[in-house]
């Protein structure tokens, strides 16, 4: 039988040396002689050769396939760095242009997918090697690359050629359509060096929010041609924690704003609860500020709603705005309720959540820092997974990229991984979502330490202010709490994270400590398992 066995699997070699192809009838032969086992043996040795004849297959077909997807990994490796080039260039000048904006924004979304689908391609070729790590084994599984593993190695292989090649079509088609733009790039001026790393860049500016911001730049630079008594407002809506303050931040500092206004004025939320804040706060800003003007230069009002906004709240910062506002200010209000949308004079803007391909960019960008990926795999693979659990969480991203970045180790990351899985599901158990979503909700987190799983913390009301609002501000992080080098217990407030771009908010969460109660006289151990 092993002989047989043996016959087969050297079927391939045999018949490249010129020696005479063996057949099934052939390797049966020595055994007709056994009538009661012969239908038997001839079923079990057409699967072994069925096997054989497949797996000849597949061994022929990744030799041949093989160089034709290195090939369109090349290509475009080298189309993506071309991209960057024009990104890069476009981001360091002051284009104006509204259809460049637009053909720039297209060109970035194209080029954050074929970065994503490089990454997940290369993600999937090292977890096929990496199956038997005994470091990654327990911890990694990559959703999107496994969801391939059933098909047959053919098929999974013309997938991959299939949407590579997609990609490097799409990119290739869009760079084609930018000569012209990158032809007329050189006539914009440079606004700033970039620095030598991008993660220094993208850490210190407003990400995927660029044609938003021109909007709003045209609209406050249009010149009013409604009647003088009408004051034009601009909407800006969005789920929490999406970028409105940053982005109405950014646009007032623009220098253009700046010079068109005589003054900035920002109004908040509890500003506009009640007819008595809304007097003696509201329109008291209005008249100091334009009393202390020398000109007549108009004014900005950003108002930063925190929950709806009545329709009588509006009419009075409407009537406040007509008595106390010269002629060409304008309104910005942001909110996550969509009922802000009725007061605005324009089309109002909505920002959403960064798609997945743009958050990995961002992500990857700033967890590796000047650290080349490409080097390091296994942790590509981490971050990859790590990044697809943020469910679109801009401040989780800025919060994890930068715990990862200081411990730039794969046990530290294989154990952040496995913490935010228990975490994950631990709420959606308890809780029925995710603990990014609950947190934009500002509900209830339930934590557990990743040294001590015996303790258990709550994190619930999140709030924020600027950095001329802090007095006394929290020193313990959250990381602190979660790696259990922060021993007390009871409540407190701990400092979530704090952005560096405007308008420099600190984002604070009231946390509580308690000990998880045990049952029973006898000490048991602990179900959840501890991270070694």
Request: hydrophobic share 40%.
């Amino acid at each position: 039988m092993v002989r047989i066995c043996l016959q087969v699997m050297s079927l391939q070699s045999e018949t490249s040396h010129g020696i005479p192809q063996l057949t099934v009838h052939s390797l049966l032969h020595p055994l007709c002689d056994l009538p009661d086992e012969s239908p038997q043996m001839e079923m079990l040795l057409s699967a072994v050769l069925g096997e054989a004849v497949t797996k000849s297959i597949n061994f022929l077909f990744r030799k041949c396939s093989k160089l034709q997807e290195q090939d369109v990994e090349d290509r475009l490796r080298r189309i993506l760095l071309r991209a960057q080039v024009i990104i890069n260039e476009a981001m360091g000048r002051h284009i104006t242009n509204q259809a460049m904006l637009l053909q720039l924004d297209m060109l970035r979304s194209a080029m954050h997918q074929g970065y994503y689908m490089l990454d997940t391609f290369r993600c999937q070729y090292h977890d096929e090697m990496d199956t038997k790590d005994q470091v990654l084994s327990q911890y990694f599984s990559l959703s999107k690359a496994n969801s391939l593993k059933g098909l047959c190695y053919s098929n999974r292989n013309t997938q991959i050629l299939e949407q590579l090649q997609k990609t490097l079509d799409n990119l290739s088609s869009m760079i084609l359509d930018m000569e012209e733009v990158v032809m007329f790039l050189a006539s914009y001026r440079r606004l700033h060096c970039q620095p030598y790393s991008m993660h220094l860049l993208l850490g210190n500016c407003m990400f995927g929010r660029h044609m938003e911001a021109e909007l709003a730049v045209k609209f406050l630079l249009h010149t009013q041609s409604q009647s003088p008594e009408e004051i034009e407002v601009l909407p800006i809506i969005g789920p929490g924690k999406v970028g409105k303050s940053t982005l109405v931040a950014h646009v007032c500092k623009e220098e253009r704003v700046h010079n068109h206004f005589s003054e900035i004025l920002w109004l908040h939320g509890h500003d506009l609860t009640d007819e008595l804040a809304f007097r003696e706060g509201c329109t008291m800003k209005l008249q100091n500020c334009v009393t202390n003007l020398n000109n007549d230069k108009s004014i900005l009002v950003a108002v930063e709603l925190v929950g709806d906004l009545t329709e009588n709240a509006w009419n009075r910062l409407c009537s406040a705005s007509k008595q106390c506002l010269p002629r060409g200010s304008k309104i910005i209000v942001t909110s996550q309720s969509e009922t802000v949308v009725r007061f605005g004079t324009t089309q109002a803007l909505t920002l959403r959540y960064l798609p997945q391909e743009a958050l990995w960019y961002f992500f990857k960008t700033l967890a590796f820092g000047s650290t080349d990926p490409e080097m390091h795999p296994r942790l590509v693979q981490l971050a990859m997974e790590i990044a697809r659990m943020l469910n679109g969480s801009l401040n989780g991203a800025n919060i994890f990229s930068s715990l990862m970045r200081d411990n730039f180790d794969i046990h530290f990351w294989c154990k952040l991984l496995a913490f935010l899985r228990g975490l994950i599901q631990n709420n959606l158990s308890k809780f029925g979502d995710t603990p990014f979503d609950l947190l934009n909700q500002n509900r209830p987190v339930e934590f557990e330490r990743m040294a001590t799983p015996s303790v258990e913390f709550l994190v619930s009301w999140q709030y924020q202010c600027s950095s001329q609002e802090e007095t006394q501000t929290p020193t313990i992080r959250l990381q602190d709490v979660i790696f259990g080098s922060f021993q007390n217990h009871g409540k407190f407030d701990i400092l979530l994270w704090r952005s560096q771009i405007p308008p420099y908010y600190s984002y604070f969460n009231t946390c509580e400590i308690r000990k998880l109660k045990t049952t029973g006289t006898k000490r048991k151990p602990s179900m959840k398992t501890e991270l070694q």
